[in-house]
């Protein structure tokens, strides 16, 4: 079955400091309704992929130099974050950055600051966002600063959400979390796109978890797109068997 695709990524070379040179042509497709994954090893390239569609290189010294990105078949190449968010599209960054000093409902509703809609919609949300994390919920007074690990990537994911967004851009997910838990953020990641439709792309170096989870894969070494595929062909390739899975 043909999908739309919702975002594009076409040959895009980035450059940090005018000189270092790390993305060297990495192009990708988003389908809508997919949970796609961005694979790799520390260094591969996957957090500077994600912000450049998210705009957010510029505060690293970072910059598209090359190749082209669009969302909707728009170009979004030098949208303010803002305005990118107001398409549809929000980044959920590497290492969860809550406001340790707000309680955990008031960070989740920092999310839907750009929103137009009454409060009305935004309480329906927030009980869409404690239905799906019901920890929050219980946690919903508690200062974000003093919760878990676990429980601030449940709030960034939730903030997230509170944007309405259409696509969510998930940085490492897993990162610093107990094999139990990234399991359980996973599978809430799978029931949203399964039952509420949001289209995810996600940037993860345990590939083992994310090829289950995920419907499609591009595996980035060095700046490069070195292989893609449906999830469940990458997960028999005897390359990312041996290289990927620490299966040979
Ligand atoms: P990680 O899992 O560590 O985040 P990654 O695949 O997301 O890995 P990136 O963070 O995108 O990789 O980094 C890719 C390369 O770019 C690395 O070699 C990194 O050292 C380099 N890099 C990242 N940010 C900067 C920066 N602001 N200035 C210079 N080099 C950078």
């Known amino acids: 079955t043909l999908q739309e695709t919702l975002l594009e990524v076409n040959n895009i070379e980035v450059i940090y400091n005018h000189v270092i040179l790390v993305l060297k042509g990495v192009s990708l497709k988003v389908p809508k309704g997919g949970i796609t994954a961005l694979l790799g090893g520390n260094g591969a390239g996957k957090t500077t992929t994600l912000k450049a569609v998210s705009n957010l290189l510029h505060s690293e010294r970072g910059e598209v130099t090359k190749g082209s990105i669009s969302y909707r078949g728009e170009k979004v190449q030098d949208l303010e974050p803002a305005a990118l968010v107001k398409m ?62 676990g429980e601030q990537q449940m709030v960034a994911i939730g903030r997230a959400l509170m944007s309405r967004p259409e696509t969510i851009l998930l940085d490492e997910p897993s990162m610093g979390l107990a094999p139990q838990l990234v399991e359980q953020i996973f599978g809430i990641v799978k029931s949203l796109n399964e039952e509420q439709g949001y289209t995810f792309l996600l940037a993860e170096q345990n590939t083992n978890v994310a090829l289950r989870f995920a419907h499609y894969g591009y595996i980035l070494e060095s700046g490069r797109v070195v292989m893609d595929g449906r999830a469940a062909d990458l997960r028999e390739n005897p390359d990312v068997k041996e290289f990927y899975l620490g299966m040979s």
């Not at 340790?100 to 949300?125: K, P, S």
């Not at 869409?128 to 878990?148: C, D, H, I, W």
């Open 88 to 149: 549809g599209v929000v980044q959920v960054m590497e290492g969860r950055h809550c406001f340790e000093h707000l309680t955990v409902e008031e960070n989740l509703l920092t999310g839907a600051y750009t929103r137009g809609d009454g409060r009305g919609a935004i309480d329906a949300d927030l009980e869409m966002v404690y239905n799906y994390f019901p920890r929050l919920k219980e946690r919903r007074k508690s200062q974000a600063g003093y919760t878990s690990g």
